[in-house]
T-cell receptor, first 116, second 113 residues
Framework: GAGVSQSPRYKVAKRGQDVALRCDPI?????LFWYQQALGQGPEFLTY????????KSGLPSDRFFAERPEGSVSTLKIQRTQQEDSAVYLC??????????????FGPGTRLTVT | DAKTTQPTSMDCAEGRAANLPCNHS???????VYWYRQIHSQGPQYIIH???NNETNEMASLIITEDRKSSTLILPHATLRDTAVYYC??????????????FGKGTKLSVIP
């Protein structure tokens, strides 16, 4: 079946604009994660959903970042009033099980956000 | 949180085994070790994971020391397509039904023809 997909693949925003990044996880996957990857660094955790519940948002860098997964499938990461330091690749991952499982996370290709 | 330490980079000749080390000296007894890799401009790809015992799958083998303070990922016959950044990760269950993977900077493996 299809893997994790993300759209758009590339996004250029002017400083101060709002952006919305979409993630379509693998069908039936319970867990969904968002990560931020700066150039030359490893991915850093942003937030975690189990179905529609956002159980951990400890990695969100500021209150300008907001994520939702209203029906427990598709998720959207929204960044308000973008700043240059928000420029990064935003990765989405899904996993079949919740915290009780050992299952691997399947990653999408990422959205490269450039704030000018 | 358990942290991992990996060499910044390694080279391996094509067709030879690639052995990638990782130190995780502060790992707790119920924390899993995961390995992922990331090929340029792609999302990370799962390779293997383990708790205490050595593990093997179609991609690699994972050797975990008895004290669990270090592990080695083995790619038995490296190919050019294995050139990537390899991340050793200790999965942390952060409570309230959530967990995280903390990636670090990984090891840049270059497979040389």
């Amino acid at each position: 079946g299809a893997g994790v997909s993300q759209s758009p693949r590339y996004k250029v925003a002017k400083r101060g604009q709002d952006v919305a990044l979409r993630c379509d996880p693998i069908s039936g996957h319970v867990s969904l994660f968002w990560y931020q990857q700066a150039l030359g660094q490893g991915p850093e955790f942003l937030t975690y959903f189990q179905n529609e519940a956002q159980l951990d948002k400890s990695g969100l860098p500021s209150d300008r970042f907001f994520a939702e997964r209203p029906e427990g499938s598709v998720s959207t990461l929204k960044i308000q009033r973008t700043q240059q330091e928000d420029s990064a690749v935003y990765l989405c991952a899904s996993s079949l099980f919740g915290v009780q499982g050992e299952g691997e996370q399947y990653f999408g290709p990422g959205t490269r956000l450039t704030v000018t | 949180d358990a942290k991992t330490t990996q060499p910044t980079s390694m080279d391996c000749a094509e067709g030879r085994a690639a052995n990638l080390p990782c130190n995780h000296s502060t790992i707790s007894g119920n924390e899993y070790v995961y390995w992922y890799r990331q090929i340029h401009s792609q999302g990370p790809q799962y390779i293997i994971h383990g708790l205490k015992n050595n593990e093997t799958n179609e991609m690699a083998s994972l050797i975990i020391t008895e004290d669990r303070k270090s592990s080695t990922l083995i790619l038995p016959h490296a190919t050019l397509r294995d050139t990537a950044v390899y991340y050793c990760i200790v999965r942390v269950d952060s409570g309230a039904g959530s967990y995280q993977l903390t990636f670090g900077k990984g090891t840049k493996l270059s497979v040389i023809p």
